[in-house]
């Protein structure tokens, strides 16, 4: 009978016996995140075709909170560029450490979480993009922290589509007069909204919720505002977002399954 190393305790192996054993561990993790990646490249392409839209006109961003830059790096490896980070300190620490070890992985960075006005300069000086702007102080500040010798910052508005039940995000009112301030700030670039819609398994909630959205990018376009980024949808409703016109959709636990993390 052929040994099967991974039904051997670790313990119960010789040394090379044991780096055998990590080493299948490590290629399974990267094999599943392979399948997972190409299962979510998959039903966004699927959902591009249900809704009638080119199959490139919505992209991927990997949110990699609580992951370590292991798993980074081997998303990377499959194809991945684009990265989402919710806290900043976590964010900081992989962000530096993949720029040193792997500078020829080229990766995009995006905040994508809340922003209190002490972290504002270590989101200036480490992404490239920040899609959870929700006030204009916010706004100022990443401007004046923003280095002069890097491209500016690529910003969203986040909008809250949820009302009571989401305290994140700039009520839709007040989206115009926040989108023309961030214009006229010279080290931000307004690229269009985001959005964290209260989860709902129900698919038509999704989807009047993913519409709502959508409603706020076209008032920012008819303000005369050139716009063209609505990042909405995560795991749980990349469909019914791409069906209502997202243009990026954030997802974390597709790819990297569930988080050990619950605040999130
Ligand atoms: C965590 C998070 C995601 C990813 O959510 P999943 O359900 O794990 O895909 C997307 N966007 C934001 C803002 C997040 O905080």
């Known amino acids: 009978m052929g040994i099967v190393w991974g039904t051997i305790p670790s313990r119960h ?16 993790e990267a094999s599943a995140l392979q399948r997972n990646y190409k299962e979510v490249l998959d ?36 194809g991945q560029r684009s990265f989402g980070e919710n806290y900043v300190q976590e964010a900081v620490a992989k962000i530096t450490a993949l720029r040193n070890e792997r500078p020829d992985l080229r990766l995009e960075w995006h905040f994508i979480g809340p922003i209190q006005s002490n972290k504002t300069r270590l989101i200036a000086e480490h992404f ?8 204009e102080r916010i706004a100022e500040r990443l401007s ?4 002069a010798d890097r491209p500016p910052l690529q910003v969203c508005v986040q909008v809250n589509v949820s009302g009571e039940a989401s305290k994140s995000g700039c009520a839709p009112a007040d989206v115009i ?3 023309r301030r961030i214009v006229s700030l010279p080290r931000l670039v307004l690229r269009g909204v985001m959005a964290i819609p209260e989860p709902s398994e129900d698919v038509a909630i999704q989807r009047g919720q993913a519409a709502r959205v959508r409603g706020v990018f076209d008032d920012l376009r008819a303000a005369g505002l050139a716009v063209d980024t609505i990042s909405n949808g995560m795991s ?20 990297f399954g569930r988080r050990a993390r619950v605040d999130d």
């Open 144 to 147: 004046e922290q923003r280095a």
């Open 43 to 78: 039903r966004i392409a699927a959902a591009c075709r249900a809704a009638d839209r080119p199959p490139g006109s919505v992209s991927l961003l990997a949110v990699s909170k609580t992951f370590g830059a292991d798993r980074v790096a081997a998303l990377a490896a499959a």
């Open 177 to 179: 007069a926040l989108a």
């Open 128 to 135: 490239d993009w920040v899609q959870s702007i929700d006030r």
């Open 13 to 28: 192996l010789k040394p090379a016996g044991r780096l055998i054993a990590r080493m299948n561990g490590t290629m399974d």
């Open 236 to 255: 749980a409703d990349i469909e019914s977002a791409i069906a209502e016109g997202s243009t990026m959709v954030r997802v974390g636990t597709a790819l």
